[in-house]
């Protein structure tokens, strides 16, 4: 079945460092993509998405790109800030499974002044 | 911007209380999630629907966990009995195919 795989965390970075966080998925079909933030206490909000192949998602100078060939929907920001410390949950939802929304295990990010 | 309702927002009960809680989506969306997160399992999928039918509900623990869309603008999730190993927070969200989706505030469980 559909399922999405992300780097292990925590990642630490100091602040204005470069953040990559990897993401690959399987899927039968052309799945949407996504990329979720859950604050500490809070809900999961979406941050971006992409619906096809070589759309680029953004949103709050997070960027990611739907790689098909690569099979890859890794989210980048060019500086972090302290205020992203965060729990980032790449994820995907196709029509071949329902439209059912399948998470990757999530990625602790830590930004340190 | 239009929410996802969920209440409580808290809840602390007795082993063995029946719990309910409650999630108004978001008007207009067909599809409705329950998930679990818990630091030892992360995100689980419980229960959703499409259409208030149900699609799948094979994340849950069916002898004690039931799911339900009365109507458009409210779904259920309750357990009875409850555990202690149901403590978790559990999150509803709502939105339509592959447009993404919007998830509630979750309600925090905790079976003492």
């Known amino acids: 079945g559909d399922s999405v795989t992300q780097m292990e965390g925590p990642v630490t970075l100091s602040e204005e460092a470069f953040l990559t966080i990897n993401c690959t998925y399987t899927a039968t079909g052309y799945p949407s993509l996504f990329w979720y933030v859950q604050y500490p206490g809070e809900g999961l909000q979406l941050l971006l998405k992409?619906?096809?192949?070589?759309d680029k998602g953004s949103n709050k100078g997070f960027e990611a790109t739907y790689r098909k060939e690569t099979t890859s929907f890794h989210l980048e920001k060019g500086s972090v800030q302290v205020s992203d410390s965060a729990v980032y949950f790449c994820?995907?939802?196709?029509?071949?499974?329902?439209?059912?929304?399948?998470f990757g295990s999530g990625t602790r990010l830590l930004v340190r002044p | 911007d239009a929410r996802v309702t969920q209440t409580p927002r808290d809840k602390v009960t007795e082993m063995g209380q029946e719990v309910t809680m409650r999630c108004q989506p978001i008007l207009g969306h067909n599809t409705v999630f329950w998930y679990r997160q818990t630091m030892k399992q992360g995100l689980e999928l419980l229960a959703y629907?499409?259409?208030?039918?149900?699609?799948?509900d094979s994340g849950m623990p069916k002898d004690r966990f039931s799911a339900e869309m009365p109507d458009a603008t409210l779904a259920t999730l309750k357990i009875q009995p409850s555990e202690p190993r149901d403590s978790a927070v559990y999150f509803c969200?709502?939105?339509?195919?592959?447009?993404?989706?919007?998830f509630g505030s979750g309600t925090r469980l905790t079976v003492v």
């Open positions: 969200a709502s939105g339509e195919g592959g447009l993404g989706y919007t």
């Open positions: 992409a619906t096809k192949a070589d």
């Open positions: 629907f499409r259409n208030r039918a149900p699609l799948d």
């Open positions: 994820a995907l939802s196709s029509m071949d499974s329902s439209y059912k929304l399948i």
